[in-house]
T-cell receptor, first 111, second 115 residues
Framework: RKEVEQDPGPFNVPEGATVAFNCTYS??????FFWYRQDCRKEPKLLMS???SGNEDGRFTAQLNRASQYISLLIRDSKLSDSATYLC????????????FGTGTRLKVLA | NAGVMQNPRHLVRRRGQEARLRCSPM?????VYWYRQLPEEGLKFMVY????????ESGMPKERFSAEFPKEGPSILRIQQVVRGDSAAYFC?????????????FGPGTRLTVL
């Protein structure tokens, strides 16, 4: 089983749609969780950290369910510029700070 | 405040040559991480360094790969005797390293092509 699993997609949605991505992680001792965005052939950029209480940043909402070991990202009112690959990232619990990446979920927002 | 810098951005090597990839962390960051992204795959951790110390190299291939982060100057990822399978994007990230939840900021990457 992969340490971090994501549906690779692609998700093709029309502009204005709401889309949700899920991610599961295998190590129950993981402590920090993030969503990064990666545009084609570019570096990952932090979208948001994910907290147990859930957090929202404009059209983006992230949730963490520790009991079920999954993380979600909700994008409301999709824009063309949201087209990218969304990477679920888990920080290891071993204290070495390294990131474990999911393979990413590809989103394409259509006009 | 300049972000993480990597050079070169593109590097072409023939099989058997050496590749040297450089990474300068963000100002004030003392922790550097190297990740590799093979075509159509996710990023994989390679090595985590602090100044003059390798903290975790569990993701580094056992042979041909080495990394350093000297007291002065950038971090360097060195690949000796490159093979075609080394062709990938190599990303460097840095963080302040104060806590486990510190965000890592990524550089633009070096795309290595081995002919």
């Amino acid at each position: 089983r992969k340490e971090v699993e994501q549906d690779p997609g692609p998700f093709n949605v029309p502009e204005g749609a709401t889309v949700a991505f899920n991610c599961t992680y295998s190590n129950s001792a993981s402590q920090s969780f993030f969503w990064y965005r990666q545009d084609c052939r570019k570096e990952p950029k932090l979208l948001m950290s994910v907290y147990s209480s859930g957090n929202e940043d404009g059209r983006f909402t992230a949730q963490l369910n520790r009991a079920s070991q999954y993380i979600s990202l909700l994008i409301r009112d999709s824009k063309l510029s949201d087209s990218a690959t969304y990477l679920c990232v888990v920080n290891t619990p071993s204290g070495t700070y390294k990131y474990i990446f999911g393979t990413g979920t590809r989103l394409k927002v259509l006009a | 405040n300049a972000g993480v810098m990597q050079n070169p951005r593109h590097l072409v090597r023939r099989r058997g040559q050496e590749a040297r990839l450089r990474c300068s962390p963000m100002k004030g960051h003392s922790h550097v991480y190297w990740y590799r992204q093979l075509p159509e795959e996710g990023l994989k951790f390679m090595v985590y360094l602090q100044k003059e110390n390798i903290i975790d190299e569990s993701g580094m291939p056992k042979e041909r790969f080495s990394a350093e982060f000297p007291k002065e100057g950038p971090s360097i990822l060195r690949i000796q005797q490159v093979v075609r399978g080394d062709s990938a994007a190599y990303f460097c990230a840095s963080s302040p390293g104060r806590t486990l939840s510190d965000t890592q900021y990524f550089g633009p990457g070096t795309r290595l092509t081995v002919l």
